[in-house]
């Protein structure tokens, strides 16, 4: 354990640009309820009833209701100290960007500022129908879009959408430059994403609480939670630096 937080540090210090994936486990010492893993939240709500096409436009009530739950239970997260690790290696120049599957923008408010969200946000909104951005506010309140009078939703990927194209392109290809790649809070069992490791001509790095499919494919795994790990890696690239 203690060695491989050695190797990561030396390969952060070395690397010429190392980018960065995080999954919900990045979020969970947030206390955002991770969506896969075994007390996930999926385990209590069933993703295919509420975060689809379909409820958007066939049951919005409760679609509405489930999103405003989790847009509220944001206004009391703040990023952890694994977060601001992250936001001071990208102004130390260590790492060029994140690519995300989060869409709590807790990367932002830590300081991150290439963030590339492969979800989308839940923290920005727009109209269903005619696409024009809306209020948080009125997305709250259940009003429709004051353009059109459509379905107002937050700006993220549902189940049954595409992919955000150009963010996707942009992070595919910061990854295939990369000479490291730091996976951080994710199974890395949904697809696309899980390509990504495969992509990196560098060396890959996971960080993660439990064992995953993928652990074989890597060139090193630490277990660990993210904020953890990200701080003692932190103070040894510290160490390094002033000595
Ligand atoms: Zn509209």
């Not at 066939?58 to 509220?72: A, C, G, P, S, V």
């Not at 995300?100 to 300081?111: C, E, I, K, M, S």
């Not at 009078?149 to 992070?171: K, V």
Request: charged residues 25%; negative net charge.
């Amino acid at each position: 354990m203690e060695t491989n937080i050695h190797r990561l540090a030396e390969w952060i210090q070395t690397a010429e640009g190392t980018v960065v994936l995080t999954g919900a486990g990045m979020s969970t010492e947030s206390g955002i309820p991770d969506f896969r893993s075994r007390e996930g939240f999926w385990k209590r709500v069933d993703p295919q009833r509420v975060a689809t096409v379909s409820a958007l436009e066939e049951e919005y009530e409760t679609f509405h209701h489930f999103y405003r739950l989790r847009i509220r239970g944001l206004e009391r997260v703040h990023p952890h100290p694994g977060h601001q690790v992250l936001a001071r290696w990208e102004q130390q120049g260590y790492i060029r960007g994140i690519a995300t599957q989060n869409v709590d923008r807790l990367h932002q408010r830590a300081g991150n500022r290439q963030v590339w969200e492969l979800h989308g946000n839940i923290l920005q909104f727009h109209c269903h129908d005619c696409k024009k951005a809306a209020e948080r506010s009125r997305f709250l309140q259940q009003k429709p879009c004051v353009h059109c009078g459509g379905r107002l939703r937050p700006d993220i990927i549902l189940f049954g959408e595409w992919l955000p194209e150009t963010t996707w392109s942009e992070a595919m290809e910061a990854v295939q430059q990369a000479d490291l790649l730091l996976v951080i809070g994710t199974s890395l069992e949904v697809y696309p994403v899980n390509q990504m490791p495969q992509l990196c001509p560098g060396k890959t790095v996971l960080i993660n609480a439990d064992k995953t499919a993928m652990d074989r494919q890597l060139d090193l795994v630490i277990s660990g939670k993210a904020g953890e790990v990200l701080q003692h890696v932190d103070q040894i690239v510290a160490k390094t630096e002033e000595g």
